[in-house]
């Protein structure tokens, strides 16, 4: 089997700070894992590792057996921002983002061929936003924002992608939309890491979780991590009363 | 006259191209830390013989490269250290001109004397705009990617860090030929109210260039002209025209300006 992440004992800081120490994950080919873990626990540091913007102090990545630099040169790595990590207003159209998912297999100059222009459009059409494909994007809702960003991990054809919190503040159709789409790229072997802090959403389609507080907490099957102390140790001791409802 | 009207036009069209970026990037302090921190290497370079720009670019660029690495370092946030830096050189380039035996007017660079350029910073300036223009023309898209989501650019494998300084560099360049018709304490007017001004009449970044590009000719034209016939200073007649547009635009534009925008 593929193994397409691979984090070995990872250490990162920042200033003396650690934000994550001795974190490993093995995540193999069509397999969409959810990151569970509180505010600062760590998972947007994993994010930044794996996608080479800080580099660990310790332990090591390979992505698709490649070391990072080298996985994003293959366009290997695509990663799906937070709507609030965005400037809404800048002056770009959705066939403009989608596009630059392209830019990894352009030329310097990155002029698109036809060939691109074609994985952006089916891309567009896959999330359903052909029609707005000239909309500016400060004209888009929450939900065909975070479909426009999708799009672009599509086009990119990535084996990895990484979302960030993909299910805040977006509409019911972009969330079902979505979780067809997730499940579709699996079975094209794709591999998908999510962020999220909406366990239900975990439950739903997540074949693996991991559950991160600095360290990874738990990692497995679904059914085995959410136990209600792994729960509680990942989100700091809150009393039981909250989880319960969350939990199996 | 009409040399001036030419020189400005030229070094408005490309501050004002290099404006978008500065005000997607949200770069404006930036811009204003560099076209200070630039006045040392002038002084130094008048100093020592050699084509000012040479001075004022490396002058540019490390000043930016202390305040990275002051950032870095120390628990001090990124606009006091900005602040810091820049004032510190610019102090010292007060200072070199006051030590260094020359003919320097200070006045002049500081607000600038486009009526009254020589030939050699003509020609020195045309071959800046040149080597500003084509860089950003070749990595009008990356730049563009990297102003937008700088964390998409990374994951695709585009060296950010080569972006952000190659941006930076062409800052202080523009910052040198902006030099030489508003002086140090305007120049950042022209490297950042062009691109704001378009910013509010489009969404769509090509339309943004273009209309940061024309507003700025147009200003610099106008200012030039206005202060030819009116006997007052070329850098604030400029400065301030480009500023009335600004409060049109701020006032009138179609979407996103005050009086027109559909109540919400």
Redesign the interface.
């Known amino acids: 089997m593929t193994i397409r992440i691979a984090a070995e004992q990872l250490c990162v800081d920042y200033n003396g700070s650690v934000a994550l120490y001795d974190a490993s994950l093995t995540l193999p080919a069509g397999c969409i894992c959810g990151m569970v873990g509180m505010n600062g626990a760590g998972k947007s540091t994993l994010f930044k590792a794996l996608?080479?913007?800080v580099r660990p102090s310790r332990g090591r990545i390979r992505i698709n057996g490649l070391k990072v630099?080298e996985a994003?040169?293959?366009?290997a790595?695509?990663?799906v921002?937070q709507s609030e990590?965005?400037?809404c207003d800048?002056?770009?159209?959705v066939w403009?983002v989608v596009m630059?998912?392209r830019?990894?297999s352009m030329n310097?100059?990155?002029i698109p061929r036809q060939s691109d222009r074609l994985a952006v459009r089916n891309a567009l059409e896959r999330v359903e936003l052909l029609d707005l494909r000239d909309r500016?994007l400060?004209?888009l809702s929450g939900g065909q924002r975070k479909r426009a960003f999708l799009a672009?991990a599509i086009a990119?054809r990535a084996s990895v992608l990484?979302l960030d919190e993909p299910f805040n503040g977006v509409d019911v159709r972009t969330e079902k939309l979505m979780a067809e789409l997730f499940l579709q790229l699996r079975s094209q072997s794709c591999s998908i890491l999510i962020s999220t802090h909406d366990l239900s959403h975990v439950r739903e389609f997540c074949d693996v979780v991991v559950l991160i507080n600095k360290t990874v907490l738990a990692y497995g099957e679904t059914s085995e991590v959410f136990t209600p102390e792994n729960l509680s140790q990942a989100f700091g001791g809150l009393p039981p009363d909250v989880l319960r409802g969350q939990t199996p | 006259m009409v040399r001036a009207l030419m020189i400005s036009a030229l070094v408005g069209g490309v501050c004002g191209l290099l404006s978008c970026y500065m005000t997607?990037k949200g770069w404006a302090l930036m811009g204003d830390a560099v076209s200070h921190a630039v006045l040392p290497g002038v002084v130094l370079a008048y100093a020592l013989g050699l084509p000012f720009s040479l001075g004022a670019f490396v002058f540019g660029v490390g000043s930016v490269a202390t305040i990275g690495f002051v950032k870095q370092k120390s628990r001090i946030k990124e606009d006091t250290v900005i602040g810091l830096v820049f004032t510190g050189f610019f102090a010292l380039g007060l200072v070199l001109v006051s030590k260094t035996r020359s003919n320097i007017d200070l006045t002049q660079i500081l607000f600038g004397n486009v009526l009254g350029i020589s030939a050699a910073d003509i020609q020195q300036t045309w071959m800046i705009c040149f080597v500003v223009v084509a860089l950003l023309l070749?990595f009008r898209?990356?730049l563009?990617?990297f102003?937008?989501?700088p964390?998409?650019?990374?994951?695709?494998?585009?060296n950010t860090g080569l972006l952000h300084y190659l941006l930076l560099s062409v800052l202080s360049l523009a910052a040198v030929a902006g030099l030489q018709t508003v002086g140090i304490i305007l120049v950042v007017a022209m490297l950042v109210t062009p691109g704001a001004t378009a910013?509010l009449l489009?969404?769509?970044?090509d339309?943004?260039t273009w209309l940061a590009i024309g507003s700025s000719v147009l200003s610099s034209l106008l200012g030039v002209y206005l202060s030819y016939w009116t006997d007052s200073s070329t850098a604030g007649c400029i400065v301030l025209v480009q500023t009335g547009l600004f409060l049109l635009a701020f006032l009138l534009a179609p979407r996103h300006g005050i009086l027109c925008r559909p109540s919400s």
Request: net charge positive.
């Open positions: 996608t080479g913007f630099a994003q040169r293959e366009q790595v695509a990663y921002p990590g965005i400037d800048f002056p770009v159209s403009d630059m998912g830019y990894g310097l100059l990155r500016p400060s004209a672009r990119q990484l | 997607l070749l898209r990356d563009l990617l102003c937008f989501d964390t998409h650019a990374r994951s695709i494998g585009i910013y489009t969404d769509r970044f339309r943004m």
